[in-house]
């Protein structure tokens, strides 16, 4: 893990902080809250939290424009919130209901924003690597500068179809930057028991794509790496490998104890390597906010969260014939 630099004054204006404070505390509150509701059986299925890597999502939304794109994994419901999409909708679509993205069709993997360019949350492993590709082609073909960031994890880091897409992307100098959130732990097997090299980012040089490791738990150590990612991309260089190193509080999923590390790993992480308690930190020493200021932000949080989770509740599920909707066949051909 990378070691975090002593604090110094940010090169960025305390408006900046209090909002990636806010939004990171979002996802957190809203992670815990969906949490609670899959021990309840509101949540079926998979349900794969992303707490503890709250600073990788909305370090590089920071440095997205209008009609840049984001797709990633399963592991979705914080980049979904960090893009702007509706808490209560992704809420909602978590517990299966009629007011999801999906229209409670997709549960938790499976959720889409053409408003937001948010092109889901994907179950397969490696799968929306691809797809990340063809989204950036897109805007090439276009001739406009837009982005796409395509996320995926230390595990898929070793999929086939991520280095075919490496090799395409190079070739054809595509505006993608691959996001690599290198979580350490992969499904549940640490990093240097699965993969040869110890450094992600490296696996780009055999294509020409330059690429660099990144402090995953300081939120403009991100917004500082992604601003040159975006810049090399709209630039028309070509693609770029950010291997953002962070992690994960709770285990792979839900139904996931993490016996592959120690109580005492993930407690000393929570204690020294905080995303959000760093930023509390600097708000706090550099005199931009005060206790009462970020309780109160808390408080606002913590409303916006429980009105989602009230409102997935009071949603109805879907009915029966909304089982037919969104399906690309003739409705005669289906048995």
Known sequence: MVTRKPAAKPNVSADALKTWYRDMLLIRRF???AGQLYGMGLIGGFCHLYIGQEAVVVGLESTAEEGDKRITS???????LACGMDPKGVMAEL?????GYSKGKGGSMHMFSREKH???GHGIVGAQVPIGAGLAFSDKYRGNQNVTFTYFGDGAANQ????????MAALWKLPVIFVIE?????????QVRSTSTPDLHTRGEAFGIPGEIVDGMDVLAVRDAGEKAVKHCRSGKGPYILEIKTYRYRGHSMSDPAKYRTREEVQKMRSERDPIEH???LLLQGKHATEDDL????KEIKAVVTDAADFARKCPEPKLDELWTDVYADAGEVS
Do not use: C, L, P, S
């Not at 517990?95 to 007011?99: A, D, K, L, P, Y």
């Not at 086939?160 to 090799?167: A, I, L, P």
């Open 74 to 80: 399963y592991r979705d419901h914080g980049h979904m």
């Open 95 to 99: 517990t299966g209901r009629e007011g």
């Open 279 to 281: 930023v509390r930190e």
């Open 160 to 167: 086939g179809q991520v280095y075919e897409t490496f090799n």
């Open 31 to 33: 992670e815990e809250k």
């Open 295 to 298: 309780k109160a932000i808390d």
């Open 182 to 190: 290198n979580n350490q732990y992969a499904m549940g097997t640490a």
């Open 118 to 120: 948010f092109y889901g």
